[in-house]
């Protein structure tokens, strides 16, 4: 926990600016946050971006698990990456706030093809968990057991660390490859309808390998949730 002092002292070195208005005093001020409403993404295919509709293609599917996908925003939305660093790697915790609130904003506009039994995560690596001090996609599926009012479960674990995500370029990374990453917690019971939740969704190898073992084990539909979307 950072201390009171500690958090002072912080924003004494580093005074922080809106990310919108510019403003000194708040990573996002109070009149960006009541009107922050970023443009969701058009429906289309997770993994080819085929447009018009969030379910994973017929082509797609020949080769991957995860029925579809609602991202919130496009990982092109400037503030959203902004917002996303200080939080990922600063450790920023007023960004959740500005996320949570956003997305309840938001709320009218996701729709889901089906309706879950719980929302799960893509859980990161126990030693880079301690290190930032919390899992974004937990989180991320927090919030959403809240929004779409669903239990949170916690069903696979890492078993190996990998290169964070943003720093592996997308063309260099392909479905399958992180098949050997997950596992599923022993003697778990796997729903049939499940909402995998992460921060960010880009080539989709790391969201489709949690998808495969879900899947694997029962799981009818796994459909993603993720705040930004690449590509
Ligand atoms: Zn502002
Ligand atoms: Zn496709």
Request: glycine share 10%; with cysteine; aromatic share 6%.
């Given at each position: 926990m950072e201390s009171r002092f500690g958090h002072l002292a912080i924003e004494a070195l580093f005074p922080r600016f809106c990310?919108?208005?510019?403003?000194?005093?708040?990573?996002?001020c109070q009149t960006c946050l009541d009107y922050w409403t970023p443009v969701s993404p058009q429906?289309?295919?997770?993994?080819?971006?085929?447009?018009?509709?969030?379910w994973t293609c017929d082509t797609c599917r020949k080769d991957v698990y995860l029925d579809g996908l609602t991202p919130f925003v496009s990982y092109g939305n400037p503030l959203f990456r902004e917002l996303l660093f200080s939080w990922k790697y600063h450790a920023d915790s007023s960004v959740q706030e500005i996320f949570l609130r956003s997305l309840r904003r938001a709320l009218p506009s996701f729709s889901f093809p089906v309706s879950f039994s719980c929302a799960t995560y893509v859980p990161l690596h126990r030693s880079r968990e301690r290190f930032r001090g919390f899992d974004q996609a937990f989180k991320v599926a927090q919030w959403a057991g809240e929004l779409f009012d669903l239990p949170v479960e916690t069903l696979a674990y890492r078993t190996q660390r990998t290169v964070a995500q943003a720093r592996t370029?997308?063309?260099e990374r392909h479905v399958g490859?992180?098949?050997?990453v997950f596992r599923l917690i022993d003697g778990i019971h796997v729903p049939e309808q499940i909402l995998l939740c992460d921060d960010v969704f880009t080539s989709g190898s790391t969201m489709d390998a949690v998808a495969r073992l879900l899947k694997q084990q029962g799981a009818k539909t796994v459909w993603g949730f993720v705040l930004a979307k690449g590509g």
């Open positions: 990310v919108s208005c510019k403003r000194e005093g708040f990573l996002m429906a289309s295919c997770a993994f080819c971006g085929e447009r018009g509709s969030s370029k997308q063309e490859e992180m098949d050997h």
